[in-house]
């Protein structure tokens, strides 16, 4: 089934997964021209483990449903920083402070910010 889907919708899914569970400060860059690891990476806060976790069991429960499958999942059980992998995008979610301390936006700066609509 996920064969189907471009690396948009899969983004655009995993965005929607995030809003449900008010998830904070998303941000999507398209990496796809500077780097070969993925086409976007989706960033995202949460308030507390427990909320990043949450997060992540979204993504996974959304995207599962759609057929995606994760290459891999780094960082749940601390729950400060967890990394979803599904090939096409990746998806960070963080605790407010390791978003600030690994500042992933200002090191991906190259890629270009797009908004949802944009997808």
Known sequence: MSTQLTS?????????????????D????????VSTLADYFIIASGNNRNQ???LCDNVEEKLGRMGVEQKQ???YDNGN???VD???IVVHIFDKENRL?????RIWRDGKFVEKDQL
């Open 26 to 33: 998303i941000k999507i860059i398209d990496i796809s021209e």
């Open 101 to 105: 301390f690994y500042d992933l936006e």
């Open 8 to 24: 948009k919708e899969i983004a655009l899914a995993a965005i929607e997964a995030l809003e449900d569970k008010k998830g904070e």
């Open 73 to 75: 999942c780094e960082g």
């Open 81 to 83: 920083w967890i990394l």
């Open 52 to 54: 990043v976790q949450a």
């Open 86 to 88: 599904y090939r096409d």
